[in-house]
């Protein structure tokens, strides 16, 4: 009884001050933005998760020690002068109302050990149902139909053919590949006063070029045809791909003619995050190959494309040719990483690809609603039980983690603790990116597949995360 009234009291005081902070933030006068009083709600949800994740560890770790060095005195024992004698009728009312409930309660419900297992039981399936639907519920209410019509109208817009574009189901030869750089690459992102930086896209006013275009050939040493696979090369050319190759001194510190054609040296981090494209007659790596960068501004660009179509740089041994640019929209906050490559046949016919991946690298607060500030609360609250069993279950009883279902509660809050790793360092990575945006003044590639590469393995440790949470689900259910 004692118990039940302590609990009326708690909740009773928290619907009075939850009551209290409504009226005062309804009727005090004071209002914030949307994009402000989210702010606030993630720094509360921000310090909460601190508090609870570093904080109240190191705290316990304290008293711990303290404890441990410096054990407290213990108190003297006092007799309780108020305390009652037991009567022989008092023992047996006892022992009666204990016969009574064995008469009630049937044999199996008397086995402490079942009822402790199911007791566990329906504790884990609760949890993990609360889990699973948390989870659900975080990703329908994050899923942005937006992405999709945008990745749909981009592919349109760079497959046909339009008004002052053309499009890439149009081209039946490789030289035609110059003609679609020309008017869909350069004069669709520049204006005639070779304004620095670009111009909005013809086809789309609000939409921007995010740097410039980088061209990457890949290309085989011979037109030999044959049962073995085509090999790609990787040598250094003098300019028209003629050999012997020469270096230029003080190549490096002017306007790269001669990259096109010299090999690129890429890094660990390049190699990294390639990847390989799969094509209808071979897979194209995506860490090798020849680059040239358009510039920024319509003459400087024309110029470029003028000097690669009359060295003839793509010929006979090109296998493929990547077209990597990134496109921002400014109305709906949407980057398009955009890989277009066409890639050649031996016998000379062509097959162009699309590859368009629609993200939102920039949250903006004004754009969560409040179901969806809402869930984000109760899917960090529900995860922070759930890890808090699984914690507290090892700890007391570490050889359970030889178990199947126990390894399976560890990879799922290690996916998720992953998933939370990959944003925070896919947020650094595009802000960085963004300041090269607006601080950079040369014609610069700035590589935005990187984050969309780090948002797709995300997706999929997410998507891991909830096939296994449903697994458990399932698992608690069946027992």
């Given amino acids: 009884m004692a118990k039940k009234s302590s609990n009326m009291i708690f909740y009773l005081t928290f619907v009075i001050i939850a009551g209290c902070a409504v009226c005062i933030w309804r009727f005090s006068g004071f209002n914030h933005e949307p994009g402000k009083f989210h702010k606030i709600?993630?720094?509360?949800?921000?310090?909460?998760?601190?508090?609870?994740?570093?904080?109240?560890?190191?705290?316990?770790?304290?008293?711990?020690?303290?404890?441990?060095?410096?054990?407290?005195?213990?108190?003297?024992?006092?007799?309780?002068?108020?305390?009652?004698?037991?009567?022989?009728?008092?023992?047996?009312?006892?022992?009666?109302?204990?016969?009574?409930?064995?008469?009630?309660?049937?044999?199996?419900?008397?086995?402490?050990?079942?009822?402790?297992?199911?007791?566990?039981?329906?504790e884990e399936l609760c949890l993990?149902?609360?889990?699973?639907?948390?989870?659900?519920?975080?990703?329908?209410?994050?899923?942005?139909?937006?992405?999709?019509?945008?990745?749909?109208?981009?592919?349109?817009?760079?497959?046909?053919?339009?008004?002052?574009?053309?499009?890439?189901?149009?081209?039946?030869?490789?030289?035609?590949v110059y003609k679609f750089i020309e008017y869909s690459l350069i004069r669709a992102f520049t204006d005639k006063h070779n304004t620095a930086g670009g111009a909005p896209w013809v086809n789309a006013e609000s939409v921007r070029l995010l740097g410039v275009v980088r061209l990457r050939q890949l290309r085989t040493e011979d037109t030999h045809m044959g049962l073995r696979t085509p090999v790609l090369t990787s040598r250094d050319y003098l300019a028209g791909w003629q050999l012997p190759y020469v270096r230029v001194p003080y190549t490096n510190k002017f306007w790269p003619i001669y990259r096109p054609w010299v090999a690129s040296v890429f890094h660990f981090r390049d190699i990294l995050m390639g990847f390989s494209h799969y094509g209808h007659f071979i897979s194209y790596p995506e860490n090798m190959g020849y680059l040239c960068l358009l510039s920024d501004t319509r003459m400087k660009s024309l110029m470029i494309l003028e000097y690669l179509h009359k060295k003839k740089w793509l010929d006979r041994n090109t296998s493929a040719l990547f077209m990597d640019f990134t496109l921002y929209n400014a109305d709906a906050n949407i980057f398009s990483v955009c890989t277009l490559w066409v890639e050649q046949f031996p016998l000379g016919s062509i097959h162009y690809h699309i590859e368009v991946q629609s993200n939102v690298f920039v949250?903006?607060?004004?754009?969560?609603?409040?179901?969806?500030?809402?869930?984000?609360?109760?899917?960090?609250?529900?995860?922070l039980q759930f890890a808090k069993a699984f914690f507290v279950k090892v700890w007391y009883e570490p050889n359970l983690l030889k178990t199947l279902w126990v390894l399976v509660d560890a990879t799922i809050v290690f996916l998720s603790l992953v998933v939370v790793v990959i944003h925070g360092f896919r947020d650094n990575l595009v802000q960085n990116m963004l300041q090269q945006v607006e601080l950079s003044v040369l014609m610069k590639f700035i590589d935005f597949r990187e984050p969309s590469r780090l948002t797709y393995f995300a997706d999929v440790f997410k998507g891991f995360a909830l096939a296994l949470v449903t697994m458990r689900l399932v698992e608690s259910d069946a027992v």
């Avoid at 020690?65 to 008092?90: G, M, N, R, S, Y």
């Avoid at 109302?97 to 199996?108: D, F, I, N, P, W």
């Avoid at 659900?136 to 945008?150: K, P, Q, T």
């Fill in 363 to 383: 949250e903006q607060m004004e754009q969560i609603t409040a179901l969806g500030m809402l869930m984000l609360f109760i899917f960090v609250i529900i995860w």
């Fill in 128 to 176: 993990t149902g609360k889990l699973f639907l948390g989870g659900l519920g975080m990703i329908l209410v994050i899923f942005d139909e937006n992405l999709y019509y945008n990745t749909d109208t981009v592919n349109y817009l760079f497959k046909q053919n339009h008004k002052n574009t053309s499009g890439l189901s149009t081209l039946s030869t490789l030289p035609h």
């Fill in 41 to 122: 709600l993630v720094a509360f949800l921000a310090v909460t998760l601190i508090r609870l994740l570093i904080f109240t560890p190191i705290k316990f770790v304290i008293m711990a020690l303290d404890a441990a060095c410096w054990p407290p005195h213990q108190a003297p024992v006092t007799l309780d002068e108020d305390v009652k004698v037991e009567t022989l009728i008092d023992s047996l009312r006892l022992k009666l109302r204990t016969l009574r409930s064995e008469l009630l309660v049937t044999e199996s419900h008397r086995n402490e050990a079942i009822n402790l297992k199911y007791r566990l039981i329906n």
